[in-house]
């Protein structure tokens, strides 16, 4: 290997990217002091694992960093880089199928250090692997500094002898001889470790065995359990049986006592309406003759009222008589003109005797109807109390019958709940557990078995283990060489997004990010995020549509202040909303040459899929133009045909594709990053 150039940035003096050409076999560095010639070889040796800062001119590793000066700020890393010409594959290792091998290092102030070998990371200990007998490394004799030849010649033997060694090319197999004393150290203590493991596994063991025997008796005791438990289920079974029997019997005879009862209770109530009938007629009886009481009453004072008018015209007449006789001599005089008078008073007077005897046999016959009245009244207010009695007795009897049926009630209600208790404790009443049983002796036997596999297991464990040493060794490598391909894959995914990312921005024109702010487009999508497109034909696809494969879909006033201030530069806007949408996107299928290319894109956007049906109208894919130039009367008026390679021919006219920058590959990148994508969603789940 030769060295060829030396890049070094922010590394002491040198704070800007710097390269230092290694042109020949020998090569001088001439400037004056101070000017960062030593800086140069304590690079070379810093890069290639010095970590001793005494070694470079430093109180620390951080000493390495540019730390600024009067008109330089002080920067936050350094990095210095070797590459070396590899043409003849002498490089050890792996590196040997490189022509190129580039070495490089970067430290930051908080002391991380990294090391790179053609920009893939590795360890110190792989770097200095590399460079194993070639006279470079942290302290090698391939780099004279001041005092070295003195060093040397007045070393002693032992340190001579490194020098010796390193120039014999030695030390790499005194230290891959050190690494394979460590790694028999480290199989040795893994050894005495199985051997631990063993030993417990041995006592493991024997408490299994006890644990075995302790659960065959379980087992035993719990199939007795199991047994008593299902005679004592079998039991409470067949009792609740009986119960419910008993239940049901006596449910059926409350059913025929209450038909009963309710049939007593409807004569009841004929008997009420009965005696409501009959109370309903005495009191209308009652009130007839209370009418006549009434009436004889009424006509007895109006005859007594006579009568005492009578009595007192008699007694005026009687008081007038005495006053005529004591008058009679005043009278004499007018005796003849009063007898005429006086007889006709006195034919008064009969009449009112008759009179008074016709009253006085009318009282007579009134008073002698007054008894029968007043029987009539009692025996009428008897028959009242009589209903009363037997309404009473019918509203107490109804009652009762009420009562009864209540009692009837709730007692059939209650006949009915525990009978629905019943038929719950009947349905949780389990069957006999024979699936526990069996899933338990099963147990036993997969113990049994485990524990032979086990005694199996280790004895085989000895025999083993080399080759269990050896396939680890082997799945080792294959883990170093799967997590550097998963960082090759990441950076691929990386790399395509950021590219992706700088395409939908427009390549990072900050005007036109400014123009699509203003509108409200700044974070719409673009067209070709929302298409899929048959593979072989992304390129064909890119051809036809140009910048509108960027284009951003937007609405008709969008569009109108678009025209009115046009953008910094070319762009492009899809109007789905004066489309008419498409019924039904066509996937993608392979087709023969000449079919449409829409049917090569596939959108899931009914809109976006109307704007592609016009956009793509009227082209047609071709596997090959050469056919249809060498026919040109096949061609049709108004229509194009684009091959895979993006090459448009017409019926007039062929146009050359040439990849546009801003929208090459977007396509095929889209669908690689979702493909690097998928990939290390699966590798995280895997690991």
Request: glycine share 6%; hydrophobic share 40%.
């Amino acid at each position: 290997m030769r060295l060829t150039k030396l890049k070094l940035a922010g590394f002491k003096s040198f704070v800007d990217p710097t390269t230092v050409l290694v042109p020949g076999q020998l090569v001088g560095v001439v400037g004056p002091n101070g000017c960062g010639k030593s800086n140069i070889i304590d690079a070379v040796r810093w890069v290639l694992g010095e970590s001793k800062a005494t070694a470079l001119r430093g109180e620390s590793m951080q000493d390495v960093i540019f730390n600024g000066s009067g008109t330089r700020k002080p920067v936050g890393r350094a990095s210095v880089e070797l590459v070396f010409d590899n043409a003849l594959g002498r490089a050890a290792g792996q590196w040997s199928q490189y022509a190129e091998i580039a070495v490089k290092r970067v430290l930051d102030r908080e002391g991380n250090s990294s090391y790179y070998l053609n920009n893939l990371q590795v360890r110190r200990r792989d770097v200095i692997d590399v460079f194993l007998g070639t006279g470079l490394g942290p302290r090698a004799y391939a780099i004279i500094e001041q005092g070295m030849i003195s060093r040397i010649i007045e070393a002693k033997p032992e340190e001579l002898r490194l020098f010796l060694e390193e120039a014999a090319g030695v030390t790499k197999y005194k230290e891959r001889r050190r690494e394979t004393g460590n790694r028999l150290s480290d199989a040795r203590e893994n050894l005495l470790r199985v051997e631990d493991i063993r030993n417990e596994l041995d006592g493991q063991v024997m408490k299994l065995a006890g644990q075995a025997e302790i659960a065959r008796q379980f087992h035993e005791l719990k199939a007795a359990h199991d047994r008593r438990q299902q005679l004592l289920w079998l039991k409470k079974r067949n009792d609740a049986r009986a119960d419910h029997q008993r239940l049901s019997q006596e449910s059926d005879k409350g059913s025929v006592r209450l038909e009963a009862e309710t049939a007593q209770l409807r004569a009841l109530e004929a008997s009420v309406e009965t005696a409501r009938s009959e109370h309903f007629a005495a009191s209308d009886a009652l009130h007839a003759v209370q009418g006549e009481m009434y009436a004889a009453n009424a006509e007895v004072s109006r005859l007594e009222a006579e009568i005492t008018h009578l009595r007192d015209s008699r007694q005026k007449l009687e008081a007038r008589l005495i006053q005529l006789n004591a008058d009679e001599g005043h009278w004499k005089t007018q005796r003849t003109g009063l007898e005429t008078e006086a007889q006709r008073w006195q034919q008064l007077l009969d009449n009112a005797g008759l009179r008074a005897e016709t009253c006085e046999a009318r009282h007579e016959e009134a008073a002698d109807r007054l008894p029968q009245a007043e029987d009539a009244v009692r025996g009428a207010g008897e028959a009242v109390s009589a209903a009363r009695r037997a309404v009473h007795e019918a509203e107490q009897g109804v009652r009762l019958g009420d009562a009864n049926r209540s009692h009837a009630l709730r007692a059939l209600e209650g006949f009915a709940q525990r009978r629905a208790r019943l038929d719950i404790e009947r349905m949780q009443l389990a069957q006999p557990d024979l699936q526990r049983l069996a899933a338990s002796q099963e147990a036993q036997a997969v113990a049994e078995e485990l524990l032979q596999t086990r005694q199996e297991l280790l004895a085989d464990l000895q025999t083993r283990l080399p080759v269990l040493e050896q396939a680890l060794r082997e799945a080792r490598e294959r883990l170093q060489q799967v997590h550097r391909a998963h960082a090759e894959t990441r950076a691929r995914h990386d790399a395509l997004q950021q590219l992706q990312r700088r395409v939908e921005k427009n390549g990072g024109a900050e005007k036109l990010a400014d123009w699509l702010a203003a509108r409200g487009l700044a974070e719409v999508a673009p067209l070709w995020r929302a298409i899929e497109v048959e593979a072989g034909w992304e390129t064909a696809v890119e051809a036809v549509l140009r910048e509108r494969l960027a284009a951003l879909p937007a609405t008709n006033a969008v569009a109108q202040q678009a025209l009115a201030t046009p953008p910094p530069t070319l762009f492009a806007l899809a109007l789905p909303s004066s489309v008419v949408p498409a019924a039904a996107d066509r996937p993608a299928q392979p087709l023969a040459a000449g079919d449409s290319l829409r049917a090569r894109v596939r959108c899931a956007d009914a809109a976006l899929a109307g704007v592609l049906d016009e956009w793509l109208a009227g082209v047609s894919a071709a596997e090959d133009l050469t056919t249809l130039l060498a026919q040109p009367e096949t061609l049709a008026a108004g229509r194009c045909w684009v091959s895979r390679e993006g090459h448009l021919l017409s019926r007039h006219g062929l146009v050359l594709y040439v990849p546009d920058v801003r929208t090459h590959g977007v396509i095929e990148r889209q669908r690689e990053l979702e493909g690097l994508g998928l990939l290390l969603e699966q590798r995280a789940q895997d690991e």
